[in-house]
Nanobody, 124 residues
Framework: QVQLVESGGGLVQAGGSLRLSCLASGRTFSNYIMGWFRQAPGKEREFVATINRSGGSTYYADSVEGRFTISRDNDKNTVYLQMNSLKPEDTAVYYC?????????????????WGQGTQVTVSS
């Protein structure tokens, strides 16, 4: 089992920045692909970003490319999501997820473990 706990959400004005953190425990963190997903009210969960086990490979949704950066610190068992130039449409609950595997993945159903989520609200 892997336990994931997100933090860093909050209320920010459009154009502002937030950094989300996700602390993992329970298994060897560096063995897992990590991803960030989000779900806005009334919408389906959507992929945001993913990072491979070493941190050397990342992939982003088109909607956040160039504004968000995913990174990880395997010594601290933590994955981050730096969010810049935030827009009202980025408002959602953000979830981190872990996947036991080799390749990065954008499909949520292929992740094995999920955090409880952290709310991000961007005001216009």
């Amino acid at each position: 089992q892997v336990q994931l706990v997100e933090s860093g959400g909050g209320l920010v004005q459009a154009g502002g920045s937030l950094r989300l953190s996700c602390l993992a425990s329970g298994r060897t963190f560096s063995n897992y692909i990590m991803g960030w997903f989000r779900q806005a009210p009334g919408k389906e969960r959507e992929f945001v970003a993913t990072i491979n086990r070493s941190g050397g490979s990342t992939y982003y949704a088109d909607s956040v490319e160039g504004r968000f950066t995913i990174s990880r610190d395997n010594d601290k068992n933590t994955v981050y999501l730096q969010m810049n130039s935030l827009k009202p449409e980025d408002t959602a609950v953000y979830y981190c997820a872990a996947r036991a595997g080799v390749f990065i993945e954008t499909t949520g159903d292929r992740y094995n473990y999920w955090g409880q989520g952290t709310q991000v609200t961007v005001s216009s």
